[in-house]
Nanobody, 123 residues
Framework: QVQLVESGGGLVQAGTSLRLSCAASGRTFSRSIGWFRQAPGKGEREFVAAITWSGSSTHYADFVKGRFIISRVNFENTVYLQMNSLKPEDTAVYYC????????????????WGQGTQVTVSS
């Protein structure tokens, strides 16, 4: 099993930055970690970014390319999501999840999820 705990969310102004953390424990070896988000009133979670176990491969949603950076520090068992130039439309609950797939694995290949952290961006 894998346990995931997100942190770092909060209320920020548009144009500023925030760094989310995903602390992983359990059977994390060879697991890719992805970040997803669910905006208010939207029923589905959407993909944001993902990184493989080695960190050699990353994948981003088009709407965050150039603004968000995903990274991981395996000896800390932590994956980070650096979010820059935040926009009000980035407001959502952000979740991290674990998969045995690649960085481009679809949502249904992620089998462990954290509880989420709220990010609110004011205009």
């Amino acid at each position: 099993q894998v346990q995931l705990v997100e942190s770092g969310g909060g209320l920020v102004q548009a144009g500023t930055s925030l760094r989310l953390s995903c602390a992983a424990s359990g059977r994390t070896f060879s697991r890719s970690i992805g970040w997803f988000r669910q905006a208010p009133g939207k029923g589905e979670r959407e993909f944001v970014a993902a990184i493989t176990w080695s960190g050699s491969s990353t994948h981003y949603a088009d709407f965050v390319k150039g603004r968000f950076i995903i990274s991981r520090v395996n000896f800390e068992n932590t994956v980070y999501l650096q979010m820059n130039s935040l926009k009000p439309e980035d407001t959502a609950v952000y979740y991290c999840a674990a998969s045995y797939g690649s960085a481009t694995a679809p949502l249904d290949e992620y089998d462990y999820w954290g509880q989420g952290t709220q990010v609110t961006v004011s205009s």
